[in-house]
């Protein structure tokens, strides 16, 4: 069975910081491209950052650029995605995504989704 489990969201400040997480099984994780995809309340989803297979390269929303680092573990099956400077813009839930490809993509078309994390950035 196929599983992504995002982890780590929650309540932080503005200009705080958090770590999100997504276990993944159930498939080859290392020969995926992954992402991860946001949706804010009332709107719809928002490709945020990407990353290809090998953890080579990298790309980024311009709304999150500087801000936002995406990282994978091939080996613990694990993707990241290190959240700095929270905005209050940056409330949705967080939702990593996988597709089988050796190149990073952008978009949001995917083989395999998660139940996503809420991430709220409020004082």
């Known amino acids: 069975e196929v599983q992504l489990v995002e982890s780590g969201g929650g309540l932080v400040q503005p200009g705080g910081s958090l770590r999100l997480s997504c276990a993944a099984s159930?498939?080859?994780?290392?020969?995926?491209?992954m992402s991860w995809v946001r949706q804010a309340p009332r709107k719809g989803l928002e490709w945020v950052s990407g990353i290809n297979f090998g953890g080579s390269a990298t790309s980024y929303a311009n709304s999150v650029k500087g801000r936002f680092t995406i990282s994978r573990d091939n080996a613990k099956n694990t993707l990241y995605l290190q959240m700095n400077s929270l905005k209050p813009e940056d409330t949705a839930v967080y939702y990593c995504?996988?597709?089988?490809?050796?190149?990073?993509?952008?978009?949001?078309?995917?083989?395999?989704w998660g139940q996503g994390t809420q991430v709220t950035v409020s004082s």
């Open positions: 159930g498939f080859t994780f290392s020969n995926y491209a």
């Open positions: 995504a996988g597709l089988q490809s050796r190149y990073l993509v952008a978009g949001t078309e995917y083989d395999y």
